[in-house]
């Protein structure tokens, strides 16, 4: 209760500020099979792929600019091997990625103030579910520019 009590505030305060955030993922309580940007629904990759297409207006797959993005942990090597900017600098509406953990993960940057980013993400502090968080811009080890 205490960690949706906090994902709430937290959703709220990115509302109030102007960011857009809501949990209108197409596959939500849908989570068997594979989605049409061939990832795992519910995962992050397919909720970052989702969110690429839906708001960049790019047309990201899993097999994007003839690259094999895979798993979050993954992502980096993926953009630099098909010439997608990467770098330490997070910005609205840019790819989050760490290789931390078994997976990795990634998430949709929707602020960035100071030295955080705001995020909204599948599948990190509710198993195949949607949240946000605030967190230092270290959480990460990298961001991914599609634009």
């Given at each position: 209760?205490?960690?949706?009590?906090?994902?709430?505030?937290?959703?709220?305060?990115?509302?109030?500020?102007?960011?857009?955030a809501?949990?209108?993922?197409?596959?939500?309580?849908?989570?068997?099979?594979?989605?049409?940007?061939?990832?795992?629904?519910?995962?992050?990759?397919?909720?970052?792929?989702?969110?690429?297409?839906?708001?960049?207006?790019i047309?990201?797959?899993?097999r994007?600019?003839?690259?094999?993005?895979?798993?979050?942990?993954?992502?980096?090597?993926?953009?630099?091997?098909?010439?997608?900017?990467?770098?330490?600098?997070?910005?609205?509406?840019?790819i989050?990625?760490?290789?931390?953990?078994?997976?990795?993960?990634?998430?949709w940057?929707?602020?960035?103030?100071?030295?955080s980013?705001?995020?909204?993400?599948?599948?990190?502090?509710?198993?195949?579910?949607y949240?946000t968080?605030?967190?230092?811009?270290?959480a990460?080890?990298?961001?991914?520019h599609?634009?």
């Amino acid at each position: 209760m205490y960690r949706s009590l906090l994902t709430n505030i937290a959703l709220l305060a990115l509302l109030a500020t102007g960011a857009s955030a809501a949990d209108d993922y197409p596959y939500k309580g849908s989570c068997a099979g594979v989605d049409p940007w061939n990832y795992y629904k519910c995962q992050c990759t397919s909720f970052a792929a989702w969110r690429i297409n839906k708001k960049l207006d790019i047309r990201f797959t899993n097999r994007y600019k003839g690259g094999s993005w895979g798993n979050a942990n993954t992502w980096d090597e993926a953009a630099r091997s098909t010439g997608t900017t990467i770098n330490k600098t997070p910005a609205v509406g840019a790819i989050a990625q760490t290789d931390k953990g078994r997976a990795g993960h990634v998430a949709w940057i929707v602020k960035v103030a100071g030295g955080s980013v705001s995020v909204e993400e599948y599948n990190w502090n509710t198993k195949e579910g949607y949240g946000t968080r605030t967190v230092s811009k270290s959480a990460f080890d990298n961001f991914i520019h599609l634009r």
